[in-house]
């Protein structure tokens, strides 16, 4: 009791932790410090909001069976599979970190088994062929034809469209560099990807967008300082929500 009392954060250091008191410390101060991207830190915050029944209980008396209770009520609610297991992800992130500092004596969350009845996500839809080809031809000689061919033709995600620059292109072989994305952040920035980098072989439609591109704006490729490959109205490098509104218009 005396070694597990001085694992505790001041905050519960005089009383028997609960499983709330301890997904607060935890998301306040343990969370912030790691490295991982702010959407998924926001994203852990939503999902403690699904562990509201589990708070009053302590922790030293938190069984597999509470969880799993816990999450099978998600799914009579009709909340899909995603959701329960992302759940018990963020809280066998906190009851992790309880487990090496010697609160708790294993993390229950990580034994608790996914109810079979939560709903699965619905498989998703993409464009046929002809579907493609009939996208092409309605974005003929629009401003954003080469952006969204981008998307639709090299499978780039809204904030890698919206981060290429002239010095990832490469006209003479045809090939484009996929080094960076915007993030989805309040402050949307670039920033380099955690995946290795990706070279790309261009088809002809999107060659051709590009270089009516540079003629339109008059910049070289793959020299000088970065400059946006297609730019916002204000000449700056699109937030990533532009390419996402511009996918989900067409």
Known sequence: ELRVAAALPPSV??????TGAWLEHWLSEVLPNL????????????????????????????????????????????????TCRLSRQTLSLALGHAERRGIVQKNVARLAVLPAAAPRAKERRILTPEQVKALEEVLAGEDDEGLWLAMALLGLRPGEAAALTWQDVDLEAGVLHVVQARKWTPLPRSVPRRRPRRILLEPRTCRETTAVDQRRTGHETRSGPPRPLRPSIHGSLRPPVDARRCRQER
């Open 13 to 18: 250091q005089h009383e028997a932790p609960t």
């Open 35 to 82: 490295e991982i991207t702010p959407k998924t830190k926001s994203l852990h915050h939503e999902m403690a909001s699904h562990l509201v029944p589990l708070r009053p209980m302590s922790l030293s008396e938190l069984r597999p069976e509470h969880v799993e209770a816990l999450l099978a009520g998600m799914a009579r609610k009709g909340l899909s599979r995603n």
